[in-house]
């Protein structure tokens, strides 16, 4: 009789426990300037506020948002303000959603 709780509260972890592994990676998000974009490499570099300078590679189903306008990487413009919500594919940064304001 004492085992049945047992078996259900090492069932319940169980289940947390796949839960948590099967959950997408937390998404990051970054501000910065843009210093330069690469747009024939899907990439562009960003200043942190911290003066770092970043390099994001915008992912194949990531979006640039200027003014709320989806644009294409290559409108971004040095200097321009953003503020990027990506993820990091092995070593990279990969943008998914890049929202700039001039």
Known sequence: MNRLPMIGLALMIAVLVACFAAAPAMADNQTGNVLEVYADRMQFEVQAPNGEPLMFTLDAEGRVYIHGAEMALDNLQAGDRVSIVFH???DT?????????R
């Open 93 to 101: 940064p990969t943008a998914t959603e890049v929202l700039c304001s």
């Open 88 to 90: 990091m594919d092995e």
